[in-house]
């Protein structure tokens, strides 16, 4: 089939470092051109991939048949709604947005248009992680589960290159609360009540009842000490108990995310990590804001 002819909006280091060198590679895509909010940016990073610039973000959707966006959530939503709207598929950044209101408006849109969509959450795109939640779906059975991400994501020495208001404003909740919904939901099943409690910093720590029954919880934070960093994923049940292998980041993830898009648009077929699950993560990550403000 034709190869997938995929825009870019966004022209950070995300951008700059994960989505458009995975866009510009991928076997089933090419890369239509780069719109972003600093038109010099779109066009060094345009030019690095041989592919054109916009500065009509309209034309840029006119020209593509799916959109990859990796800009601040708040400023994602209206965008991906538009680009819908234009019956332009979707590659959206975690979390979809930061209020309900807006992603249920994205999910309507893309609903409306019947356009496909596929939400990077990394962990279900890495292929070591990936396959190891697919296991624990298959195992069943499950008590109980965890996912804490503490992040020293502002240490001295830290990657200050991937810092932005929006996360320094939302906090560990909002960048990082999506990475551990997205592994705890699909085997312990949605989430009916939240409890949440602020830590030191921007820590959160959520207690989750599941549909199935079962309990869960998670820590999430980006101020943590540096030797207090790290990931942990389990799940306890009747089989015993499941802890995520260790695992390193890397550009897999990303293209693995464009598979899936390809895929669904091919196919017809949702893929388990769409917008409505994108918005489902960003109602209980509202839900928790909420009971946190009512303490």
Not at 42 to 57: C, K, Q, R
Not at 132 to 160: M, N, S, V
Not at 171 to 187: I, R
Not at 255 to 260: I, L, N, P
Request: with cysteine; glycine share 10%; charged share 20%.
């Amino acid at each position: 089939m034709n190869r997938l002819r995929i825009g870019l909006v966004g022209t950070g280091p995300w951008a700059t470092a994960t989505h458009a060198p995975a866009l510009a590679k991928h076997p089933d895509t090419d890369l239509t051109g780069v719109w972003g909010r600093r038109p010099e940016a779109a066009a060094t990073l345009a030019a690095a991939h041989g592919t054109a610039v916009y500065e009509d973000v309209d034309e840029l959707f006119a020209a593509s048949d799916a959109v990859a966006f990796a800009v601040p959530p708040d400023v994602q939503a209206p965008l991906a709604a538009r680009a819908a709207a234009a019956g332009c598929h979707l590659l959206l950044d975690k979390p979809v947005a930061t209020t309900p209101e807006a992603a249920r408006q994205l999910a309507q849109a893309a609903e409306r248009a019947g356009v496909a969509s596929v939400v990077f959450f990394t962990l279900r795109f890495a292929p070591v992680t990936s396959a190891w939640l697919a296991e624990q779906q298959g195992t069943g059975g499950w008590f109980t589960g965890r996912a804490d991400w503490f992040g020293a994501f502002y240490k001295p020495d830290g990657d200050a290159a991937f810092s932005s208001p929006w996360r320094e404003s939302r906090g560990g909740l909002w960048d990082v609360g999506p990475h551990a919904l997205s592994m705890l939901l699909p085997v312990l099943g949605d989430v009916s009540e939240v409890t949440a409690a602020r830590g030191p910093r921007d820590t959160v720590h959520l207690i989750l009842r599941h549909t199935s029954g079962a309990s869960s919880t998670a820590a999430l934070s980006l101020t943590a000490p540096e030797k207090g960093a790290g990931l942990a994923v389990e799940f306890r049940g009747e089989h015993g108990i499941a802890v995520l292998p260790a695992w390193e980041k890397s550009d897999e993830a990303i293209g693995t995310a464009v598979d899936g898009l390809v895929s669904a648009v091919r196919t017809g077929t949702a893929h388990p990590c769409d917008v409505r699950f994108g918005l489902r993560v960003t109602e209980i990550l509202a839900r928790a804001e909420e009971r946190i403000a009512s303490v």
